[in-house]
């Protein structure tokens, strides 16, 4: 089973088994120390059921279009639910993130647990930093390196990266790395860390026009 159908699966219990793991916590922390988008237009990459976007809604009070891609449409159906009780009617983009092309550059892009799942992890990041406007910030939530994650590897064969690794994805991708932020508890301290990303104004990489 590919891991698109597997998402489609796992749906509708997708927001129960992080909130037990204790990921919503991790993201509102994440969220705190993110640059405030009050209007505009925020991205979420891989939004699964929308948590690192409620995170950001509960940690900014923010007004701003939201717009949803995954490419399962059982997680998105459960984000815009997830994004409707916080007010927000999220657009929905259910197709690959090579493939996105968006009207408009957002100003902020969100993107949680995505990357490692990618054959190609510095093209996603690239793919990441080519929809987000310069100016703009790019905020990350990603595996690292630690003895547990090959437990998880049996399941989802995903990779981990460190954060040397990413600030040299960030910088092949046109980002300026801002922040690092360690979870502080639970599983998330073990598995996964945040970064804060910005696009300069002006840069211009090889990937972020098509």
């Known amino acids: 089973m590919d891991l698109v159908k597997r998402y ?19 993201y509102r922390s994440l969220a705190t120390q993110a640059p405030h988008v009050s ?4 991205c979420d990459v891989g939004s699964g059921s929308g948590a690192l976007s409620q995170a ?20 998105l159906q459960q984000a815009q639910k997830a994004l409707r009780l916080h007010g927000h009617e999220a ?3 259910c197709c690959d993130l090579a493939e996105f092309v968006p009207a408009q550059l957002f100003d902020l892009t969100l993107c949680a647990h995505v990357i490692e799942h990618c054959p190609n992890a510095a093209n996603a990041l690239a793919d990441v930093a080519r ?8 905020i990350l939530s990603v595996s690292k390196p630690h003895l547990c994650q090959w437990v998880i590897w049996l399941r989802w064969q995903h990779r ?9 994805m960030g910088q092949r991708a046109g980002l300026k790395l801002v922040s690092i ?26 990937r972020c026009h098509r």
């Open 160 to 168: 981990w990266f460190s954060a040397d690794q990413m600030k040299g």
């Open 181 to 206: 932020v360690p979870y502080q508890t639970g599983v998330p301290a073990r598995v996964s860390q945040g970064y804060i990303f910005e696009k300069p104004k002006g840069a211009i990489h090889d």
């Open 56 to 75: 950001y809604i509960m940690a900014k009070g923010t007004n701003a279009q939201f717009t949803l891609l995954d490419q399962s449409k059982p997680m």
């Open 39 to 42: 209007t505009g237009l925020i």
């Open 131 to 138: 929809i987000t406007r310069p100016g703009g910030h790019v």
């Open 91 to 93: 657009v929905a983009e």
């Open 8 to 26: 489609d699966r796992i749906a509708p219990k997708w927001s129960g088994l992080i909130s037990e793991l204790g990921f919503p916590a991790a």
